[in-house]
């Protein structure tokens, strides 16, 4: 029975055949014969079957014939699938495409064997037809146009589109550049919908999970995962405007070449690959093996994490890192475990992830459970029972893993610096006694804080205090701290500077910014305070949009807030600071807006350690100072009362003491607020967003306390304490106050703004700054 099949075909020739050339059907009389007589080319002319030659490196450079499908006008031939890609027709066999047994075989005459069949259960029916369509699938339907068998379902290493990335569907790597015989690489989808290339059945590469969290490998870009579900908009949970339309993919195919690199490819006057994965060493799947990391710019590629050796030395001494590492002691040993950080591109999945509080908590979670070996927290809690395919990125996600104490000891010193850091960090967030003993503030080293700063990049700059600038520093962690720097105006040496860094960060209240660390290193001397996210008093009450953010109580509670801060430094701490440079911008707002005063103690620091005064550098801001302070440079508690008084004065009225031009009259804010009340007409000093939500006595009795505060000679001040006093009981009479300082008219230079007395002080102004 074969054989006269055989035979028939052997005598069947295709000579003046109409449906020789330019078909796109093959029905079971109407095969395809290898005579160099053209294939099956799609209606639309896209697409073309036949048999093509290879001369492969894969047997011996000898010529085999295939069967395959190409871009009928791409040249050269880009083949997308291969029949008999493991049983080449030899160069003196003729061959014959046809359906035979009901189904579509690739038949060798000459030996008389099969080389390939479409595989389905062969039933023998006669009207069956094979057509190339015009999309580049080959399709076999039965007589009522059932579909038996589809190329779309039985790929090669080629995906293009109108094909759909379903559980089954495999593509197989060719095994050499001109041999199409099956590879070692192998692209799929799993159970969760993550896209796999396989090396040998092992994992070579994986992409992200669709619903996987930013710690998992390999991104799917959207304009690939929208090829892979054939355009389907309900699988597409991407971003639609990455992608284009369906026929904007007509010349584009998904390769997994023979080396195991996924190619999209793009042809527009040749094949260009606009996408590859793996991308380099390091996105191999679990390059180096469990508990390694890869960086694929260090030599070796592969280092075994801290606290691991590798498992199998030889192997990974000559370059093939697979074994991964081992630990070296016990964790849970003596429950005397820590963490070191670790910056990752991509991690393992992890496990089920826990709402926390914060990241104390996260690694309190992790500490309890022995199996747990790595933590990260972002606003969840991420926890790892296991540690693989990690790679390593100075941009990527924070990661802290498990590790014995002991072993942490063995590291080396800058390893281990730098693991102090972050815990150094992460513990002092947890200091809480008021005026506790023996608190130890954390030094860092300065290449952590440039690090956090990006080299003190104007990007991060938050302000610029009298003292030095001010700029965000986002450490390990995440944590966000204030890092200011004071190299430039610092006259202390390095050991003074850490004694009153010591001090200082002993002093702890409600309404001061808490200093966090510090830093020294030749000229630098930084530190650094908590980060307060609402900026500051200054960026509120100046600011139209901003200032109805700020009604009557909340006003009244900065002040109060501020009022109380500054007596602590005056009286109630051990070291009586005297703060010199008290202003708006250095009054910073919590999330609840509650006040704190930042950049106290800097005077310390910064003019040595005069208590009560004369100095050369006078540091303060102009509109805040003090007459005796700005005009002599003598300071005391008196000086800040002052400086007080004006904060207060301008949180109630909105304006800003300097720059404040009451229309023709050249006063100040003191001179206007000190007019209103001598005519009886304080309340008009209110700040017109106030005026509904205003306390009309707790209002006077700010505008008295105010202008007490600002009086011209400081023994007329009242202390910080009488202050508080006066403003909490709100109702007592206050005493009345007399002409503050620096009511003298404005002449007609826009400059003159406090007393004439300031020109025979040029070295003031030099300092001075503008209030913001
Ligand atoms: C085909 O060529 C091989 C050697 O290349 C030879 O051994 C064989 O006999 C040839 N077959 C035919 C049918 O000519
Ligand atoms: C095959 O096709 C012929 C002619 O179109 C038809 O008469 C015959 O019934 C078909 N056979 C089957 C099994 O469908
Ligand atoms: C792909 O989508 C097209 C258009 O919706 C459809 O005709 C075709 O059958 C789909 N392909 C597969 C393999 O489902
Ligand atoms: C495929 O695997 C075999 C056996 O492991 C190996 O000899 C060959 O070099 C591999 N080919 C490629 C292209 O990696
Ligand atoms: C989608 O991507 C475009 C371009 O990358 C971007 O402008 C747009 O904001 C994105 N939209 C969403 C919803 O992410
Ligand atoms: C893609 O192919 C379709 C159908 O053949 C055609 O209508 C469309 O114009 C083509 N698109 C491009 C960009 O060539
Ligand atoms: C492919 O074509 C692009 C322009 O379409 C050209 O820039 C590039 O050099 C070409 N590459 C090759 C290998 O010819
Ligand atoms: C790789 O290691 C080098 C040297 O240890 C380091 O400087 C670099 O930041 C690392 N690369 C990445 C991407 O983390
Ligand atoms: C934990 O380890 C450190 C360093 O190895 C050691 O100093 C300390 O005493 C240990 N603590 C406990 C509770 O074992
Ligand atoms: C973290 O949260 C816990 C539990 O809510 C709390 O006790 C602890 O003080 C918090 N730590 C920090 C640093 O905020
Ligand atoms: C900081 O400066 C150093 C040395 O000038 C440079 O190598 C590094 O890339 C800089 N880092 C940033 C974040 O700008
Ligand atoms: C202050 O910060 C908190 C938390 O960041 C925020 O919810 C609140 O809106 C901020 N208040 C103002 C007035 O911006």
Same mark, same amino acid.
């Given at each position: 029975?074969?054989?006269?099949?055989?035979?028939?075909?052997?005598?069947?020739?295709?000579?003046?055949?109409?449906?020789?050339?330019?078909?796109?059907?093959?029905?079971?009389?109407?095969?395809?014969?290898?005579?160099?007589?053209?294939?099956?080319?799609?209606?639309?002319?896209?697409?073309?079957?036949?048999?093509?030659?290879?001369?492969?490196?894969?047997?011996?450079?000898?010529?085999?014939?295939?069967?395959?499908?190409?871009?009928?006008?791409?040249?050269?031939?880009?083949?997308?699938?291969?029949?008999?890609?493991?049983?080449?027709? =030899?160069?003196?066999?003729?061959?014959?495409?046809?359906?035979?047994?009901?189904?579509?075989?690739?038949?060798?005459?000459?030996?008389?064997?099969?080389?390939?069949?479409?595989? @389905?259960?062969?039933?023998?029916?006669?009207?069956?037809?094979?057509?190339?369509?015009?999309?580049?699938?080959?399709?076999?339907?039965?007589?009522?146009?059932?579909?038996?068998?589809?190329?779309?379902?039985?790929?090669?290493?080629?995906?293009?589109?109108?094909?759909?990335?379903?559980?089954?569907?495999?593509?197989?790597?060719?095994?050499?550049?001109?041999?199409?015989?099956?590879?070692?690489?192998?692209?799929?989808?799993?159970?969760?919908?993550?896209?796999?290339?396989?090396?040998?059945?092992?994992?070579?590469?994986?992409?992200?999970?669709?619903?996987?969290?930013?710690?998992?490998?390999?991104?799917?870009?959207?304009?690939?995962?929208?090829?892979?579900?054939?355009?389907?908009?309900?699988?597409?949970? #991407?971003?639609?405007?990455?992608?284009?339309?369906?026929?904007? #993919?007509?010349?584009?195919?998904?390769?997994?070449?023979?080396?195991?690199?996924?190619?999209?490819?793009?042809?527009?006057?040749?094949?260009?690959?606009?996408?590859?994965?793996?991308?380099?060493?390091?996105?191999?799947?679990?390059?180096?093996?469990?508990?390694?990391?890869?960086?694929?710019?260090?030599?070796?590629?592969?280092?075994?994490?801290?606290?691991?050796?590798?498992?199998?030395?030889?192997?990974?001494?000559?370059?093939?890192?697979?074994?991964?590492?081992?630990?070296?002691?016990?964790?849970?040993?003596?429950?005397?475990?820590?963490?070191?950080?670790?910056?990752?591109?991509?991690?393992?999945?992890?496990?089920?992830?826990?709402?926390?509080?914060?990241?104390?908590?996260?690694?309190?979670?992790?500490?309890?459970?022995?199996?747990?070996?790595?933590?990260?927290?972002?606003?969840?809690?991420?926890?790892?029972?296991?540690?693989?395919?990690?790679?390593?990125?100075?941009?990527?996600?924070?990661?802290?893993?498990?590790?014995?104490?002991?072993?942490?000891?063995?590291?080396?010193?800058?390893?281990?610096?730098?693991?102090?850091?972050? !815990?150094?960090?992460?513990?002092?967030?947890?200091?809480?006694?008021?005026?506790?003993?023996?608190?130890?503030?954390?030094?860092?080293?300065?290449?952590?804080?440039?690090?956090?700063?990006?080299?003190?990049?104007?990007?991060?700059?938050?302000?610029?205090?009298?003292?030095?600038?001010?700029?965000?520093?986002?450490?390990?962690?995440?944590?966000?701290?204030?890092? !200011?720097?004071?190299?430039?105006?610092?006259?202390?040496?390095?050991?003074?500077?850490?004694?009153?860094?010591?001090?200082?960060?002993?002093?702890?209240?409600?309404?001061?910014?808490?200093?966090?660390? #510090?830093?020294?290193?030749?000229?630098?001397? @930084?530190?650094?305070?908590?980060?307060?996210?609402?900026?500051?008093?200054?960026?509120?009450?100046?600011?139209?949009?901003?200032?109805?953010?700020?009604?009557?109580?909340?006003?009244?509670?900065?002040? =109060?807030?501020?009022?109380?801060?500054?007596?602590?430094?005056?009286?109630?701490?051990?070291?009586?600071?005297?703060?010199?440079?008290?202003?708006?911008?250095?009054?910073?707002?919590?999330?609840?807006?509650?006040?704190?005063?930042?950049?106290?103690?800097?005077?310390?620091?910064?003019?040595?350690?005069?208590?009560?005064?004369?100095?050369?550098?006078?540091?303060?801001? #102009?509109?805040?100072?003090?007459?005796?302070?700005?005009?002599?440079?003598?300071?005391?508690?008196?000086?800040?009362?002052?400086?007080?008084?004006?904060?207060?004065?301008?949180?109630?009225?909105?304006? !800003?003491?300097?720059?404040?031009?009451?229309?023709?009259?050249?006063?100040?804010?003191?001179?206007?607020?000190?007019?209103?009340?001598?005519?009886?007409?304080?309340?008009?000093?209110?700040?017109?967003?106030?005026?509904?939500?205003?306390?009309?006595?707790?209002?006077?009795?700010?505008?008295?306390?105010?202008?007490?505060?600002?009086?011209?000679?400081?023994?007329?001040?009242?202390?910080?304490?009488?202050?508080?006093?006066?403003?909490?009981?709100?109702?007592?009479?206050?005493?009345?106050?007399?002409?503050?300082?620096?009511? @003298?008219?404005?002449?007609?230079?826009?400059?003159?703004?406090?007393?004439?007395?300031?020109?025979?002080?040029?070295?003031?102004?030099?300092?001075?700054?503008?209030?913001?």
């Amino acid at each position: 029975m074969l054989s006269s099949i055989f035979l028939s075909y052997a005598l069947f020739l295709c000579f003046s055949h109409p449906f020789c050339s330019a078909r796109d059907t093959i029905t079971k009389d109407n095969p395809i014969k290898d005579d160099g007589s053209q294939g099956l080319v799609s209606a639309g002319g896209k697409f073309e079957l036949g048999f093509f030659p290879l001369h492969g490196r894969g047997s011996s450079g000898s010529y085999r014939r295939y069967v395959g499908i190409w871009y009928h006008n791409v040249t050269p031939r880009t083949v997308i699938w291969v029949a008999n890609r493991d049983k080449p027709l =030899l160069a003196n066999h003729t061959g014959v495409i046809a359906i035979s047994q009901g189904t579509l075989q690739v038949l060798d005459i000459t030996s008389r064997k099969s080389l390939w069949l479409a595989e @389905i259960e062969v039933i023998q029916s006669f009207n069956r037809t094979v057509k190339l369509k015009d999309d580049g699938n080959l399709v076999l339907s039965n007589a009522l146009a059932a579909v038996l068998w589809q190329s779309f379902e039985n790929p090669t290493d080629t995906f293009i589109p109108g094909m759909i990335m379903v559980k089954n569907l495999i593509l197989t790597s060719w095994n050499d550049e001109d041999d199409p015989r099956t590879g070692n690489f192998t692209f799929e989808v799993d159970e969760d919908n993550q896209y796999i290339i396989k090396k040998s059945d092992a994992d070579y590469w994986k992409s992200r999970a669709p619903n996987g969290n930013s710690f998992s490998s390999g991104e799917m870009p959207a304009a690939v995962a929208w090829l892979l579900s054939n355009f389907s908009k309900s699988s597409l949970s #991407y971003n639609e405007t990455e992608v284009l339309p369906r026929s904007g #993919y007509n010349y584009t195919r998904l390769v997994i070449d023979f080396t195991g690199k996924l190619n999209l490819l793009v042809y527009t006057h040749n094949w260009s690959s606009t996408w590859r994965e793996p991308s380099d060493y390091c996105s191999v799947f679990n390059r180096c093996g469990d508990f390694g990391i890869c960086n694929s710019t260090n030599k070796p590629i592969c280092r075994c994490l801290q606290g691991f050796k590798p498992q199998l030395p030889e192997d990974w001494n000559s370059g093939d890192f697979s074994g991964g590492c081992l630990r070296e002691s016990n964790l849970c040993a003596n429950r005397n475990d820590t963490f070191f950080s670790l910056k990752v591109k991509k991690a393992p999945n992890p496990d089920p992830q826990t709402y926390v509080v914060n990241e104390t908590e996260c690694r309190n979670i992790c500490l309890k459970k022995c199996e747990c070996l790595a933590y990260a927290y972002t606003t969840i809690c991420f926890i790892w029972g296991v540690l693989s395919n990690l790679e390593e990125s100075s941009s990527g996600h924070n990661l802290y893993a498990r590790i014995a104490r002991s072993d942490l000891d063995q590291i080396s010193r800058a390893q281990l610096d730098s693991a102090r850091q972050v !815990k150094n960090l992460i513990d002092t967030s947890e200091f809480k006694e008021e005026d506790g003993k023996g608190i130890d503030i954390p030094f860092l080293d300065l290449q952590s804080i440039l690090d956090a700063t990006d080299n003190f990049s104007d990007a991060n700059k938050l302000g610029q205090g009298g003292y030095g600038p001010v700029y965000k520093g986002e450490f390990p962690g995440g944590q966000e701290i204030a890092v !200011k720097r004071l190299s430039r105006v610092s006259v202390q040496g390095l050991q003074e500077f850490k004694n009153e860094v010591v001090l200082i960060a002993k002093l702890q209240h409600r309404n001061l910014v808490r200093l966090k660390g #510090y830093c020294m290193k030749g000229e630098e001397k @930084i530190l650094l305070y908590e980060y307060m996210s609402n900026k500051s008093l200054d960026f509120f009450i100046f600011d139209h949009t901003q200032s109805v953010f700020l009604n009557w109580d909340m006003r009244f509670n900065i002040i =109060l807030g501020i009022a109380r801060g500054l007596l602590y430094l005056h009286q109630d701490s051990r070291l009586r600071i005297i703060h010199r440079d008290l202003k708006t911008s250095n009054i910073l707002l919590d999330e609840e807006m509650n006040p704190k005063i930042s950049d106290f103690g800097l005077a310390r620091i910064v003019g040595g350690k005069e208590t009560e005064g004369n100095t050369n550098t006078v540091v303060g801001t #102009y509109g805040y100072m003090s007459p005796e302070y700005a005009l002599d440079g003598t300071f005391s508690v008196k000086s800040d009362v002052f400086s007080f008084g004006v904060v207060l004065l301008e949180i109630i009225s909105g304006k !800003k003491n300097t720059g404040f031009y009451q229309s023709k009259q050249n006063f100040s804010l003191l001179g206007y607020a000190w007019r209103l009340w001598t005519e009886n007409k304080a309340l008009d000093l209110i700040d017109m967003n106030l005026h509904e939500s205003c306390n009309k006595n707790q209002f006077l009795a700010c505008v008295n306390v105010g202008l007490l505060c600002v009086q011209e000679d400081p023994n007329d001040r009242p202390a910080m304490s009488t202050v508080v006093t006066l403003l909490d009981s709100g109702t007592a009479i206050p005493p009345t106050p007399k002409q503050p300082a620096f009511v @003298i008219k404005r002449g007609n230079s826009s400059t003159a703004s406090t007393s004439s007395k300031q020109e025979a002080y040029p070295e003031i102004t030099n300092t001075l700054e503008e209030g913001r």
